[in-house]
């Protein structure tokens, strides 16, 4: 079971990855969109930072409520509205719960998945972050369903998140200001999908204690 | 009476579409624009996308939203998600400029929500030359 702490360790980790890797994934966005993702995405996670430190929220589901909101008002560019779907769906599945189990978990971002796809309506191939999302979320859910817990399969959902990142590379984008290139942005790493990658990366290292 | 929201990108393109667009109406039609980051940068603010909506909703019968590239939509659907998908507000699939342009004409002669989406949503088709 995770409680609030996990929570805010789990943000904490991600804004430190957004933090650490600000240059390149603004490098990445540079190549192929307008070259803000890094530093909007940094921006976004301090501001929650921020709202978690002048509002202390208690219940995981209120932290990631908070999140969301803090993403939706400093990260500006399209993340905005796609990762603040993402908290906004999780605080929405955690509801009042204190404490938040596997099961809870796969079912939270699961709803989150079903959010990005919503809104930005990409399906898997479109070189954007629900090419990690939708693997990663399967995968998730198909384990957890089969018995397995989260810090047993951590390490493979952070490998598959990291495979699934670099097979953007040669995918042709179709959603996004990546779109506007057609077939130049073939051969550049999706930012959207990096950014996801750090997303699972950081959720397993709270949660699975990798 | 309806109301107008633009969405841009650039803080610019919002603040100088919807001075074009008072000027052409003539009725009873609230116009506004939300443009840019927080710091005033390329961008959107997403939370205030939201708030400008809600606040337009209490105060008129109607919203019509444009916007113009990529996260300017998002923010307009992640409004309206979080909203519930409300009735009386609807995103016009169409060009910012024109289609603002043109729904704030529509909108100022008194038209139904569901006619100037209609009618911002032609412009996409419209010859200029």
Redesign the interface.
Known sequence: MYDANYFRRFIEIFAKYLEENKEYLTRLDAAIG?G?HGI?MDRGAKAALDRLSSTNPKTPGEIMRTVG?AL???????????Y??IF?RMSLAFGNRDKIDDKNLATALEQALL?IK???KAEVGDKTMVDVWEPVVNFLKENIENGRTLPEICEEVVALAEERMKATIPLQARK??ASYLGERSIGHQDPGATSSYYFFRSLCEAIGGR | MLSILILSHSPDIARGLKEMCLQMISGDVTIEAVGGTKEGNLGIDAELVLNKLQELMANSDGVVVLGDIGSTILAAKNALNMLGFPANVCIADAPLVEGAVVASVEASLGSPLQEVVKKAEEVKSLNKL
Request: hydrophobic share 35%.
């Open positions: 307008d803000d909007n909101m939706l008002s400093s990260v500006g560019g399209a993340a905005g509205p796609l603040g779907t906004m959010g919503g809104l930005g996004g200001r």
